[in-house]
């Protein structure tokens, strides 16, 4: 008898993800099981449940979703759940905590049409937060020097100093961005920018950003009004304007959706799937080939 795919959705929210759950039923016939307020020292018994009710050749039937609005909560309940296993029982498990690795993955890849990511020179606005971090990881990682700012110099110095440690070899800086006349200087040299902050805040005046030289093409992650870079509409999909390439939050959007739906069905075809922003970046560069 087939086993039934079921997905174990661990949040550390006070609310499981409605968005998580959604998508994770739209993309692939499962159970859904929510938990919701877990905590690191939560995760082994919950784990430990998923691993010992089935055997070793029914074990890819069972995964382990991670969710939650902070990044660095959900890479804890990572580490915490791949403590869990040994020999063959173990679990497939993603971790997109904040949508933050799926939604990265599909701006970098959105970017990566327009420009050499190699070659590219990138600030990433409003880059401590999760969606931020994960940007300027990946763009260090395909080689490109970024920038990561900031209103305050301590998060961007220490977000960036993150990713350094985590990327071997790359340029990644923490820039302080208290207001919008200290951005003209740091579009100069800039090939990339994108915006990840959050809901509803304008990081980047339009009169800006049209005067810059080099910058070629600009991403808004942001989809509620006003936007986070004036002059961009959600539903830009590589619109062009004043030479300068352009994606909404929706543009991008379509993407991440393919990649987010992509990777929960990736984690039921084996029990050894670890799909982190690395992993799910290469699941989005197999779509966009």
């Given at each position: 008898?087939t ?11 006070s ?16 159970q859904?099981?929510q938990?919701?307020?877990?905590a690191t020292?939560?995760?082994e ?7 010992f009710?089935r055997?070793p050749q029914?074990l890819?039937?069972t ?9 660095q909560q959900g ?5 915490a759940?791949l403590?869990c296993?040994?020999?063959?029982l173990?679990v497939?498990v ?11 993955a599909a701006?970098?890849?959105a ?7 190699s ?6 606005l409003a880059?401590?937060?999760?969606v ?9 990682s395909?080689g490109?020097?970024v ?7 301590e998060?961007a110095?220490a ?16 820039v302080?961005?208290?207001e ?30 049209q005067?810059?030289?080099?910058l070629?093409?600009l991403v ?6 006003p936007?986070g870079?004036e ?6 999909t ?11 939050a ?6 991440k959706?393919?990649i987010?739906?992509?990777?929960l ?11 982190n922003v690395d ?7 197999s779509l966009?080939?």
């Amino acid at each position: 008898m087939t086993k039934s795919n079921i997905l174990i959705q661990l949040d550390p929210d006070s609310h499981a993800s409605v968005f998580d759950a959604l998508v994770a039923v739209d993309s692939t016939e499962l159970q859904l099981l929510q938990y919701h307020d877990v905590a690191t020292e939560q995760v082994e018994k919950l784990v430990h449940g998923a691993m010992f009710t089935r055997g070793p050749q029914d074990l890819r039937h069972t995964a382990v979703f991670i969710g939650g609005t902070d990044v660095q909560q959900g890479e804890a309940l990572l580490e915490a759940t791949l403590r869990c296993f040994f020999g063959p029982l173990r679990v497939s498990v993603m971790l997109d905590a904040n949508g933050a690795n799926t939604t990265a993955a599909a701006a970098v890849l959105a970017a990566a049409k327009h420009v050499e990511l190699s070659q590219c020179r990138a600030l990433v606005l409003a880059g401590t937060g999760s969606v931020g971090q994960r940007v300027g990881r990946l763009l260090a990682s395909q080689g490109a020097v970024v920038k990561l700012a900031s209103r305050t110099a301590e998060r961007a110095v220490a977000a960036a100093q993150v990713i350094s440690d985590a990327v071997a070899g790359s340029s990644v800086t923490g820039v302080r961005v208290a207001e919008s006349s200290q951005l003209p200087n740091l579009f100069d040299e800039c090939d990339l920018v994108v915006a990840a902050g959050a809901s509803g805040v304008q990081l980047l005046p339009q009169e800006i950003w049209q005067a810059s030289d080099s910058l070629k093409v600009l991403v808004d992650l942001n989809a509620v009004a006003p936007a986070g870079i004036e002059g961009i509409d959600v539903l830009d999909t590589a619109r062009v304007v004043e030479g300068k390439v352009t994606y909404g939050a929706i543009g991008v959007g379509g993407l991440k959706m393919k990649i987010h739906k992509a990777a929960l069905s990736r984690l039921f075809e084996s029990n050894d799937q670890v799909l982190n922003v690395d992993e799910i970046y290469a699941i989005g560069e197999s779509l966009t080939d």
